[in-house]
């Protein structure tokens, strides 16, 4: 059965750094494309950051240069590298896994809380 599953999440002081990973099961991980969402009290989820299934990363403008998007695809796992973390990026973050060939076959976590503050 296909599963994505977050963890990483915690809560940090501003400045600091935090890595969310995404593990999926029961999907041919190597051919999807992966998006790092969150979604903040009361607002829409938004996109975060994208790799695709040749490693191309795209990012927000909020979050270019503190973060940074990867995949090992021997793993099964994709990662979101958080530095500089700032009050506003609080959230829970969601990974995503969308077939690139089928549209319905689209995967998301359960979510993972990030919180910032001090």
């Given at each position: 059965q296909e599963r994505l599953v977050e963890s990483g999440g915690a809560w940090v002081q501003p400045g600091g750094s935090l890595r969310l990973s995404c593990a999926a099961s029961g999907i041919f991980f190597n051919?999807?494309?992966?998006?790092?969402?969150?979604?903040?009290?009361?607002?829409?989820?938004?996109?975060?950051?994208?790799?695709t299934?040749?490693?191309?990363?795209?990012?927000?403008?909020?979050?270019?240069?503190?973060f940074t998007i990867s995949r090992?695809?021997?793993?099964?796992?994709a990662y979101l590298?958080?530095?500089?973390?700032?009050?506003?990026?609080?959230?829970?973050?969601?990974?995503?896994?969308q077939n690139p060939f089928?549209?319905?076959?689209?995967y998301w976590g359960q979510g993972t809380q990030v919180t910032v503050s001090s």
């Open positions: 051919i999807y494309t992966i998006d790092w969402y969150r979604q903040a009290p009361g607002k829409q989820r938004d996109l975060v950051a994208t790799i299934s040749s490693a191309l990363p795209s990012y927000a403008d909020s979050v270019k240069g503190r090992d695809n021997a793993k099964d796992t590298q958080m530095n500089n973390l700032k009050p506003e990026d609080t959230a829970v973050y969601y990974c995503k896994a089928t549209a319905t076959r689209t």
